[in-house]
């Protein structure tokens, strides 16, 4: 017996089978077990799904995203066309039915459809007509918060014990559903149920569109704003955005129209959508207040729902209950798994094989004694009232062979085994999916640039740079400052020495004693650094080059040496050669190569 359980959502519709070994496995539509809810009006007729998603690019005025948001509506205008909303459910229902036909080679044997617990018993029946329409069997409805606890307790083996309750927060795609659900003897029971129907998936992603606005120029925002194919891309690329946005700190959004990248991190992404997630569990409060019941008796707190794992959403829950809320990696597939879950089919009867006939007898099997004297019976009484009857199997109509005059004893009857059922051989169920409480998103690592091996006349800054300084600056400049702080107050006793010599001899020594001491300083550092992988830091050894450039100008300009000379010419050959593009790979040390083990 294969059952089918169907999460109608508002933006996805997730279908899950569960085969009679107890395994239950999504559907794959177009290899995503997401099918889109969306529908378009072709010429052919409805479109679902990815296709109705790529026919929208050509028609957006015959597309229909979310059938379920109109399901109050009558009808709904696509194009030229007034559609009934039940026949746009139907068609989603019609394409569930036939991937699983083409999966489990047949139609299903049982049918569970999940549905909002604030729905009204008139949605409800709008809901079970396009299921019967689609020619699926009669499906038996069940509260999405319901599948969700039922999968907490069963596949995710929480101990939910009887009177104890699990809080389901629902954040889908259009809506937010926070719901109580007890345990009681009979199974999962709504204790209290709250939400918001215009809180979902989609209002965060208006959220990052309004970011995208803002860091546009008005003229450009126009643009995009202004056409519909060009506004609806961009919505696809807000969605997306926010779904990496739960895995990275900051994410790149390529704005169509513009052929413009948009930088947004999750910072800016978080403090734009609080108010809304704050929103969500303010009313999850409220319902868990109406309840009635106490911190002790919740079991636990489980988000389901896309638009759920949001780091934000689990840390204002922590923050408002205290305690960590249960998610998983795909809790689209909460509902529609839960929902197979909830009422498991009974497993068929054992049909006991029917006994081998025996062949009919020849003759009535009586048993007759020998010819003897008549036993005289009293008058007024029968034979048949004397004697008693003697039971035996019935007698097939047809011929009775002649009777023989001896006794002749009735045959053996041959007892045929009662036949016992083999016992049914259950597999074990899959290992529950891991549980994660908090889930930590790594950095997102560096790719690895290759070594490069560079010119020579780069490999030498940290070295002989230094050597350069400690010799030139460092001891020139040492020599300058002494004999500039001994002429402050001992002049030399020169008569061919003016006054403006001895204080031009001053302030040289001054500053050349504070620029060797610059230039060691930054060199001592630039070693340093050269020690350790570059990690990007390639300005060092450029400021370097810059500063000793300078400075050889400037002796070479007052000394009028011709080394001075050479000596800038050659660090600034170094300076251009830094700035050249992928100069700081050549700064790149390379990596150590692994030791051999020690041999015994």
């Not at 109608?8 to 519709?13: A, D, I, K, P, W």
């Amino acid at each position: 017996m294969v059952a089918l359980g169907v999460d109608f959502g508002t933006s996805h519709t997730v279908a899950v089978a569960r085969w009679p070994d107890g395994r239950a496995r999504p559907l794959l539509f177009d290899g995503s077990p997401l099918l889109p809810s969306a529908v378009t009006l072709e010429e052919q007729g409805l479109v679902v799904g990815r296709d109705a998603v790529h026919a929208a690019r050509r028609a957006p005025e015959r597309f229909e995203p979310n059938p379920k948001r109109r399901i109050d509506d009558g009808a709904v205008l696509l194009g030229d066309s007034a559609v009934p909303v039940p026949e746009m459910v139907t068609a989603v229902f019609r394409r569930v039915l036939g991937e699983f036909t083409r999966t489990a080679g047949g139609p299903p044997d049982a049918v569970t459809v999940t549905h909002p617990a604030g729905w009204a018993a008139t949605r409800r029946a709008t809901l079970a007509e396009a299921v019967r329409q689609a020619g699926l069997p009669a499906a038996a409805l069940v509260p999405e918060p319901v599948a969700a606890a039922t999968y907490f307790a069963h596949v995710l083996r929480h101990l939910v014990p009887v009177g104890s309750a699990v809080v389901v927060y629902d954040l889908g795609a259009g809506t937010f559903d926070g719901s109580v659900v007890a345990r009681t003897d009979a199974g999962f029971d709504v204790r209290a149920v709250g939400g918001r129907d215009d809180l979902g998936g989609l209002d965060f992603d208006e959220l990052v569109v309004g970011l995208i606005a803002k860091a546009l120029p008005e003229a450009d925002w126009a643009r995009v704003s202004g056409d519909p194919r060009v506004y609806r891309q961009l919505r696809d690329e807000a969605r997306e955005a926010k779904e990496r946005l739960s895995r990275a700190a900051s994410v790149t959004v390529l704005v169509p129209g513009l052929d413009v990248d948009v930088q947004l991190t999750r910072d800016e992404f978080e403090a734009s959508a609080r108010p809304l997630v704050e929103r969500s569990v303010g009313s999850l409060a409220e319902t868990l207040r109406l309840s009635r019941l106490t911190s002790e008796q919740v079991a636990g707190i489980f988000l389901v729902g896309g638009a759920s794992q949001m780091p934000l959403v689990a840390t204002e829950l922590h923050r408002e209950f205290g305690r960590a809320p249960v998610t998983i990696e795909q809790p689209e597939l909460v509902v529609a798994e839960g929902s197979v879950l909830v009422a498991p089919p009974a497993p068929a009867p054992a049909r006991l094989p029917a006994p081998a006939r025996l062949p009919a007898p020849a003759r009535a099997p009586e048993p007759r004694t020998a010819p003897t004297q008549p036993v005289a019976t009293p008058s007024g009484t029968t034979p048949s009232a004397a004697t008693p009857s003697v039971s035996a199997p019935p007698v097939s109509p047809g011929p009775v062979a002649p009777v023989s005059p001896l006794p002749v004893s009735p045959p053996m009857l041959q007892r045929q085994p009662y036949p016992v059922p083999s016992r049914p051989v259950y597999l074990p169920p899959p290992p529950p999916p891991q549980v994660l409480y908090y889930p930590v998103v790594p950095p997102p690592m560096m790719p690895m640039i290759p070594l490069r091996k560079g010119p020579w006349s780069i490999r030498w800054p940290a070295g002989f740079m230094t050597a350069y300084a400690v010799v030139l600056y460092v001891g020139g400049g040492l020599l300058l400052l002494l004999a500039g702080v001994l002429n402050l107050f001992n002049p030399p006793p020169d008569e061919n020495i003016s006054a403006e010599d001895i204080e031009r001899f001053k302030v040289d020594g001054l500053e050349w004693g504070a620029i060797g001491l610059v230039a060691a300083t930054l060199l001592i550092n630039a070693a340093a650094r050269a020690r350790r992988p570059a990690r990007g830091h390639h300005w060092y050894p450029l400021a370097l080059c810059v500063i000793v450039a300078v400075s050889n100008l400037a002796l070479s300009a007052q000394t009028g040496q011709a080394g001075f000379l050479i000596a800038a010419v050659i660090f600034i050959l170094s300076t251009a050669m830094l700035l050249l593009p992928g100069s700081r790979r050549w700064m790149r040390r390379p990596p150590r190569p692994p030791q051999a083990p020690a041999r015994s």
